[in-house]
């Protein structure tokens, strides 16, 4: 899935709308965007389990092709386990997998992640520096204030 995606942001935003200012929730589920395609299901279902993360940070930190026994030294779930997330890792595209003799080792589609995550952020700064409601409004929690960046401070 990242590599698909990948692609498309590679090959520009043809067939895809600008960013831009959506008058109802209705019309933005039918208005199709890159932010749309990078919002990947199966790209953050990937993620979203803790032991798939770490073998993933493993895998990235390691720099190198891996054997699923070395990486099953890294949590602390039974190799068939393992396997298992590192199959579903490589569906998702974060990871590829080659076989050298009887092993298969894995190794990150590092770039891949980096270009997705990187056209993901892009896609959510456009409709973010994009407010329908005007400069004033739209301040943002003290809850979830950056330190060192300047928030607006909310209306009374």
Do not use: N
Not at 15 to 40: H, M, N
Not at 57 to 75: F, H, M, N, Y
Request: proline share 6%.
């Amino acid at each position: 899935m990242v590599t698909q995606v990948t692609k498309q942001l590679r090959r520009g935003r043809k067939g895809l709308r600008a960013a831009g200012p959506v008058t109802s929730p209705r019309r933005a589920a039918r208005t199709r965007t890159q932010l749309d395609r990078l919002l990947d299901a199966a790209l953050f279902r990937a993620l979203s389990d803790p032991t798939r993360l770490g073998l993933l940070a493993c895998l990235i930190k390691c720099s190198r092709p891996c054997a699923v026994g070395e990486l099953a030294a890294c949590c602390d779930v039974d190799l068939s386990v393992v396997s298992r997330h590192l199959t579903q890792l490589a569906r998702a595209g974060l990871i590829r997998g080659e076989k050298r003799g009887r092993e298969l080792l894995y190794a990150p589609c590092s770039d891949d992640l980096v270009a997705t995550l990187r056209g993901l952020a892009d896609a959510v700064d456009e409709y973010a520096a994009i407010c329908a409601c005007g400069p004033d409004c739209c301040p943002l929690p003290a809850a979830l204030a950056i330190p060192g960046v300047i928030h607006k401070e909310p209306r009374s």
